[in-house]
């Protein structure tokens, strides 16, 4: 006997209209969508995630229970939220002069495959790059290179993560050379430009 189909928008969701939502894209308890938002195919939204006017969220992506995504932040395909993370969009906030948004609010851009962890909080204006790997409770205030493994506060580069989400066995986040990744045999070198993966000949 086969399960319940469960409905793509809960119940006690918002969509407002305007939003755009991708093909199988779930959105689940007390979340909201606001008009403008772009949201691609086959997302995850879970318990009391609200995404901003104007946001842009990629195919695939997956935002856990209790994240807020506010506007001029964008998240690309494959892109992991824990719970609870945080974004921002205005450094300087004061309540009393607020912050024009076409003027005020600064980008943010996760790019694809990104994961952040639990709790992190995210300082507007800044470049996560592809495939990076965002400690839990880390506070991220410049831009991160592609596949770097970073935490602490101020986050900072402690490592280098594998496309499947594994520590690439670099000795230091410093070492120079090629490294493959245990789990999966993907091939890696780093240079003073950053890790980049090598294809096969």
């Known amino acids: 006997m086969g399960g319940a189909v469960k409905p793509p928008v809960h119940p006690t969701a918002v969509v407002d209209d305007g939003a755009v939502i991708g093909t199988g894209?779930?959105?689940?308890?007390?979340?909201?969508?606001?008009?403008?938002?772009?949201?691609?195919?086959?997302?995850?939204l879970g318990q009391n995630v609200f995404v901003g006017r104007d946001v842009?969220?990629?195919?695939?992506?997956k935002i856990q229970n209790n994240v807020s995504v506010y506007e001029n932040v964008t998240l690309e395909d494959d892109v992991f939220c824990g719970p609870s993370a945080v974004f921002t969009n205005v450094r300087e906030?004061?309540?009393?002069?607020?912050k024009n948004p076409a003027t005020g609010f600064l980008p943010t851009r996760v790019a694809r495959g990104a994961t952040i962890g639990a709790n992190a909080t995210i300082v507007c204006g800044v470049t996560i790059g592809t495939q990076s790997f965002i400690g839990a409770g880390s506070?991220?205030?410049?831009?991160?290179?592609?596949?770097?493994?970073?935490?602490g506060n101020p986050a900072r580069?402690?490592?280098?993560?594998?496309?499947?989400?594994?520590r690439l066995p670099f000795p230091t986040a410093q070492s120079m050379g090629q490294a493959a990744?245990?789990?999966?045999?993907?091939?890696?070198?780093?240079?003073?430009?950053?890790?980049?993966?090598?294809?096969?000949?």
């Not at 506070?139 to 935490?151: F, G, H």
């Open 93 to 98: 906030p004061r309540s009393a002069f607020p």
């Open 181 to 201: 990744c245990a789990a999966c045999g993907r091939v890696y070198e780093l240079a003073e430009t950053g890790l980049r993966e090598l294809q096969d000949a």
């Open 157 to 166: 580069v402690r490592g280098w993560m594998c496309a499947c989400g594994q």
């Open 139 to 151: 506070v991220v205030t410049k831009d991160v290179p592609p596949y770097a493994l970073v935490y």
């Open 25 to 44: 894209t779930q959105i689940w308890h007390f979340s909201h969508v606001m008009a403008g938002a772009v949201l691609g195919e086959n997302c995850r």
């Open 56 to 61: 842009k969220i990629g195919n695939r992506v």
